[in-house]
């Protein structure tokens, strides 16, 4: 059983992890990511989500290194789907940072979709779906967005097929290795920026491309 004491971290240990990604902490963020990194802790004990136990490395790896694409990539408003949401990183995690994004979550399991609704009623947001789906289940007319992301889901050939048709004069944006980024910088039909090194990491990109017209 997991040490409640040692989940619970303080408002400044918080705050400190994130300053590294672009966050400024408000209160009401911060408690948002406690009550969001508790449950995902209980839930984890039951339900496979996440390989990363320790609160803190959490914090950083799934919570600081979301937040750091609306920083870096502008995100603020519009419609976003997060493909393979699993336990909501990125797209879940992006919307505590932006209020006004609409997010749909795109997952199949129903446990992690279990989950994911466990923490849209705990946080009390609006502006979310979830969508019990794979991501070729659902047509280009059923869905229209600015930003598609997706985070380590591999087989970006077929996602970026998909997403040239769920786009509306929108980006995909994707958390990869530095192998992955090159690979997908010299597609043919796409424009991608070149990749931006996520902080604190090892070897982690973002990388943000549009289709070509």
């Known amino acids: 059983m997991t040490?409640?004491?040692?989940?619970?971290?303080s408002d400044a240990t918080i705050?400190?992890?994130?300053?590294?990604f672009g966050v400024e902490a408000s209160r009401a963020l911060i408690?948002?990511?406690?009550?969001?990194?508790?449950?995902l802790l209980i839930?984890?004990?039951?339900?496979?989500?996440?390989?990363?136990?320790?609160?803190?490395?959490?914090?950083r790896r799934h919570f600081g290194e979301s937040f750091f694409a609306a920083n870096a990539l502008n995100i603020s408003k519009g419609r976003l789907a997060d493909v393979g949401s699993g336990s909501g990183?990125?797209?879940?995690?992006?919307?505590?940072?932006?209020s006004e994004l609409?997010?749909?979550?795109?997952?199949?399991?129903l446990k992690k979709s279990a989950f994911l609704a466990e923490v849209v009623r705990k946080l009390g947001l609006t502006g979310v779906q979830i969508l019990r789906l794979r991501y070729e289940q659902i047509l280009p007319e059923e869905l229209e967005v600015n930003w598609v992301t997706a985070r380590a889901l591999g087989n970006y050939i077929d996602l970026l097929?998909?997403?040239?048709?769920?786009?509306?004069?929108g980006r995909v944006i994707f958390w990869v290795s530095r192998s992955t980024a090159e690979e997908l910088s010299s597609l043919a039909g796409w424009y991608f920026i070149p990749p931006i090194l996520i902080p604190e990491s090892r070897?982690?990109?973002?990388?943000?491309?549009?289709?070509?017209?």
């Open 3 to 9: 040490n409640r004491k040692e989940e619970r971290l």
């Open 15 to 20: 705050r400190e992890a994130l300053r590294p």
């Open 31 to 39: 408690e948002r990511v406690r009550l969001y990194l508790e449950t």
């Open 43 to 59: 839930w984890n004990q039951k339900v496979s989500l996440t390989s990363i136990t320790q609160p803190s490395v959490i914090l």
């Open 89 to 98: 990183f990125p797209g879940l995690a992006l919307k505590l940072l932006c």
């Open 102 to 109: 609409h997010i749909t979550l795109i997952e199949p399991s």
């Open 161 to 169: 097929s998909w997403a040239r048709g769920v786009l509306k004069d």
């Open 203 to 213: 070897g982690r990109y973002l990388v943000c491309g549009q289709p070509k017209m």
